[in-house]
């Protein structure tokens, strides 16, 4: 703002302008830089350059590339740095999902043996259960798929995975009791022509 003032606006309509008042301006101005913030603002700077010259550097390779630069600093304050400012590699790690990242064996037997094809209505009905996250929590969804038509013939929704929601013990059995609710609900809404 001193320069601002000796191109002839004063400091008072620019603090104005700002909405900040004149008197902690001019503590701030009054204040000296400690060299421990200065040291910092170099390091950043120098961190800033080797990350817009490699964006897909990481913490520790633009400590090297900042070392390299005549700014010494360990690589815990390179982190320190980094992460306040947002820089971050543009080649993060990929997610591990579940508790130990490995894939189980399949639940069920492959009983359709990838073969998606039927001949008729109510013959081959498919099964998934879906996480969805919501502000309240997570919610599952279990929906049944007729393969023939390409519709959704049932579904359960639950806030836990429960043996209800689509019970793995009793396999395709417990599909059926879920279509035929949900069809029965919605013949008593909408009936067929005629009845």
Request: glycine share 8%.
């Amino acid at each position: 703002m001193s320069e601002l003032a000796a191109d002839g606006i004063s400091v008072a309509v620019t603090c104005r302008v700002l909405n900040i008042a004149r008197q902690p301006y001019y503590r701030w101005l009054a204040r000296r830089v400690t060299d421990a913030e200065l040291a910092e603002a170099y390091r950043a700077d120098a961190l800033f350059d080797a990350h817009r010259d490699d964006p897909e550097f990481g913490y520790r390779f633009l400590a090297d590339e900042a070392r390299a630069a005549g700014q010494p600093m360990v690589e815990r304050t390179a982190w320190r740095i980094c992460s306040g400012m947002g820089w971050w590699s543009a080649f993060s790690k990929k997610k591990r999902r579940g508790k130990g990242g490995k894939v189980g064996p399949p639940v069920h037997d492959d009983l359709v043996r990838r073969n998606f094809a039927t001949d008729g209505p109510n013959r081959l009905w498919l099964a998934d259960i879906t996480e969805h996250r919501t502000g309240e929590g997570k919610l599952y969804l279990c929906a049944i798929k007729d393969v023939w038509s390409n519709r959704i013939v049932g579904y359960s929704i639950d806030s836990r995975m429960k043996s209800r929601l689509e019970d793995t013990r009793r396999g395709p059995r417990r599909a059926p009791t879920i279509a035929a609710q949900q069809r029965c609900c919605n013949d008593r809404l909408n009936p067929p022509m005629g009845m």
